[in-house]
Each structure stands twice: as C-alpha cells, then as structure tokens.
C-alpha cells in the first residue's frame, strides 16, 4: 500500500484526479470505477476542468459506481445516479450506454446484482477503481461484518451511516435503510486502486485500514491484500497513522530508487 500524506483537501483532489486523467490518457477505454461522496468532489471538479479547458476526452470510457440507495430514481437528487450526473458525468463527454450505477428501482434487487457483476466482467474487468471511506471503515456499502469475499448484493446500512448522510436528507428517516454495493471481493478484483480521504473524522478508519488487521470489522482493510493500491490522505485523515514517518519517507526517496539501479547498469556496463 503506498499511503501518500498530502497538505490539504485540494490537494488530495487534484492528485486523484491527475491519477485519473494519466490513466484515461494512457488507455482512453479505461473501465473506470467510481465513487460518490463529499470526498471525491474535487476529484471530479478537476477532472471536468481538465476536460472542458485541456480537451481530456472521455469518449471511451466506461464507468462503473460502487453503489446507489435501494428505492431511490434517478431523479431523487439524493441518488447517487443523480450525484454522479450532476458532479461529473453531465459535464464531460461520457457515453450514456457506458455510464453503469447500479438501479435502485430493480424490480429484482438481487438478480440485478449478478447482472452487474455480469457487466464488469464483460467489460473486461475494472481497471482503476476510486474508493472514499466511511467513518466506520466501510468501502462501498461494505458495512463492518461484510464478508470480505462478498460480490455485488444489497446491504442493510449501519445506523451510523444513515446517521452521516441524514445531512443531505430533509430528516433521518428519509435516509434509505438498504444499498446495492458491489462486493469487497468485486472491489477487490479492480486491477488499481486509489482511496481517497480526508478530515479528521477519518483518522481512526483510515489508521484501522492501513495498520490494524485485515478484517471483516474494517472492510476497508483487505486493500492491505491488493498488490497496486494508492491512498491518498490529507495531514488531518493521516492523524492517527503510527508510521507515518516512514510513508513520508517513502514519498522522499521514490525516485532515488531510480538513481540507485542507474547506477548499478552504468557499472555493469562499464561505464
Ligand atoms: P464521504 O463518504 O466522502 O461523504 O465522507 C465516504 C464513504 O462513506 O464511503
């Protein structure tokens, strides 16, 4: 896990976002997994800068969300179909038959959850996916208990989720009780990961995740299984990292690596 401490919340931002656009640039069919969220705002501001003032072109890529409220159309502007419309994919040039947030009007919740894994896999497989964290150290939906093999299903939300996001709802109660969330285990088959993070209130997750165990009760700790994940934490999120010396350390020295190995080529070639 490289874990990257950066000084602010816009920083933290722009860095995904730059992390996106070198992805869509390298593969402009990029099968993109996306996130909703305060967290990943700036991201999506960014991005859309990039796409209406540098000619980013998204014309390729297909988006695949991580989850969306069971019960909620579209056009609730609590949905994160609708979130997801009106932060990024309204603004850039996006196809419609590539865009894919799981329905929250399924008839059929549950077959509608293996059609979406179906999806993916046609698609060939997520290759870069963009997680935010919950407080409680979920990833997706994935609510603390989640099996960390599980696959796109619906989920029953924790009272302290339906507690973080009664702010955007006109009272708690309105706050849908259940979610279609891929999987860990879908999360997990994402070629790259990024996890972005920031304030204070994600400290505790974000320290559990990174050096606690790998657990059910923080589902955002399997990332420790994954062998390309990037997090990418303001100094607030990094407050309770106990190494967090050593990941700055590491951030210091990356490219001396390369210095190092230059170094060992130019002697065996005798130079
Ligand atoms: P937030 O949500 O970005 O609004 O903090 C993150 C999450 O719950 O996954």
Not at 37 to 59: C, M, N, V
Not at 117 to 146: M, T
Not at 157 to 173: G, V
């Amino acid at each position: 896990m490289e874990v990257i401490i950066e000084p602010t919340r816009k920083a933290v931002g722009i860095r995904g976002a730059n992390i996106i656009a070198d992805h869509v640039l390298r593969k402009p069919a990029l099968v993109l997994g996306l996130a909703t969220g305060s967290t990943p705002l700036i991201a999506y501001r960014e991005l859309i800068r990039k796409h209406q003032e540098g000619g980013l072109d998204f014309s390729k890529l297909v988006t695949f969300n991580l989850d969306e409220y069971l019960g909620l159309p579209p056009t609730h502007p609590q949905s994160y179909a609708y979130f997801m419309e009106e932060n990024l994919f309204r603004h850039i040039n996006v196809h419609r038959q590539n865009i894919h947030v799981p329905s929250g009007l399924a008839l059929d919740p549950h077959e509608f959850c293996g059609s979406y894994e179906a999806d993916i896999k046609r698609a060939g497989g997520i290759d870069l996916q963009v997680l935010g964290i919950g407080r409680d150290g979920h990833i997706g939906f994935n609510e603390p208990g989640s099996s960390l093999g599980s696959r796109t299903r619906v989920k029953t939300l924790t009272k302290e989720t339906i507690e973080d996001n009664a702010r955007f709802f006109e009272a708690e109660q309105e706050v849908p009780r259940f979610a279609i969330t891929m999987g860990v285990g879908t999360i997990r088959e994402a070629r790259k990961i990024i996890l972005l993070a920031t304030g204070p209130s994600k400290a505790e997750a974000i320290a559990a995740a990174v050096e606690g165990p790998v657990a059910a009760s923080v589902t955002a700790s399997v990332l420790q299984l994954h062998n390309d994940v990037m997090l990418i934490i303001d100094e607030e999120a990094a407050g309770k990292l106990k190494r967090r010396n050593y990941y700055q350390w590491i951030q210091e020295n990356k490219y001396q690596v390369h210095d190092v190995i230059s170094r060992q080529i130019r002697v065996r070639l005798g130079m």
